[in-house]
């Protein structure tokens, strides 16, 4: 985790996403083209034929046109072509975490894989899921549109180490706070329990 006593860390992150221009894909509306064998993996790595794709430069072009679909399906998507892929778990890794604050004032930013940044608020809330059977936990921030990065392990850790204990509708909640905005890890009897 990167952390600055100053504004300068959070201003870098605002230009940054300033920066950040993604063709409006969820304008597009083509034909769909059928699969092309390209699977992102869940730890983010981009896949074509069973192989890694090498150039990062080439990954994040295709990064840049992914569009999830209401019938649950990934797709690289252009004016005039919709191809399915898959996507092992979500599309991007959040690899990066940023603290400007602390406490109720913090506010947390994240920089994927292919380099978007993104700050957590109400917009880009995070969301946790619990396996059922394994209880590992799976991470997960808002990026884009409908698009999340999975909040990659030891980043996740760093988040839990911000937590602390916050009482809402008489109950204690475990969780941690950005951009104004609550969120949280469960309940501090389920996550404590003896």
Partial sequence: MTE??????????LKQIEGQKHPPVHLWHPENCGELDIRIARDG????????????RLVKLFS??????????YYLVTPVEKIGITVDDAPFQ???????GEGRDQI?????????FVIMDADHPFRLEIDPE???PSPYVLVRSNLEALIARSVYYDLVNLAGEETKDGEKRFGFWSSGVFFELGLVDDIFEK
Avoid at 4 to 13: C, N
Avoid at 45 to 56: A, D, E, H, Q, V
Avoid at 108 to 116: E, I, K, M, P, Y
């Fill in 94 to 100: 959040a690899v990066e975490m940023f603290r400007e």
């Fill in 45 to 56: 790595t981009w896949y074509y034929l069973g192989s890694p794709i090498g150039r990062k």
């Fill in 134 to 136: 394994s209880k590992e």
């Fill in 108 to 116: 947390l930013s994240f920089r994927t894989n292919v380099d978007d």
């Fill in 64 to 73: 840049g046109v992914i569009r999830f679909d209401s019938d649950g399906r």
């Fill in 4 to 13: 600055k006593e100053t504004g300068d860390s959070l201003s870098a992150i």
